[in-house]
């Protein structure tokens, strides 16, 4: 067989016996390692974005069987925290379909596997770098982990004393996404800073984030 590397796959989690796992019936093959795959479960409910969990968009030709019939979701959520290793044996392939639920072929006659888009993958493998650096603990180290399509504005920091708390382990923070915004909040020793990251033209994350550095007096 093939790798099934970045395919979606249908896995019985019912089997674990575990309720946290019974709302996945999906995965995303993150590594095909043989007899064994390392899968990443996602579903369509909504969840905040974090370390562990964020929105992948919609899945071009993965449908799902609800009660209202097939339907295609705009909105798939992956769950890092739930990747684990089943054997390739217990997993189904999922093929594509069209809007009315009919499986589509390739020019061979052969069912096309649902499959993730580059820009998807490449989305999955920078987010689960992130997740397996560690969950970010202070100001500084939220705003690095950011999407390397966000950038600070520098004139929304509440208080130019954050820039010489970023290292500074906050008591809790909290994150709001608006579109092309995201507005942090951190709360340490008791007061409240607030800043502001808006999409922009990015390079990559370690040009955006150099940049953070001299601004945070720690380059």
Partial sequence: MATLKGNIIQYNFLRMEDKDFYAFDYSIVLEDKGDMLTILPFNNKFAKDSISTFCLGKIDGFLEIRNEGFIENAGQYVHFEKMMDVPKADVHVV?????????????????????????????????????????????????????????????????????????????????????????????????????????????????????????????
């Fill in 95 to 219: 093929y594509k379909q069209d809007i009315n639920g009919g499986l589509v072929k390739d020019e061979n006659g052969e069912f096309i596997p649902v499959t993730l888009s580059d820009e998807q993958n490449a989305m999955i493998a920078e987010k689960h770098e992130l997740y397996e650096e560690g969950e970010a603990k202070t100001p500084l180290s939220v705003i690095f982990k950011a999407d390397k399509s966000f950038k600070l504005d520098y004139s929304s920091i509440s208080s130019k004393e954050l820039l010489e708390l970023g290292n500074t382990k906050f008591d809790r923070y909290r994150e709001f996404n608006f579109g092309d915004e995201k507005v942090l909040l951190f709360f340490i020793d008791g007061k409240r800073y607030s800043i502001i990251m808006r999409k922009g033209h990015t390079l990559s994350r370690e040009e955006r984030n150099s940049a953070l550095a001299v601004h945070f007096n720690i380059a």
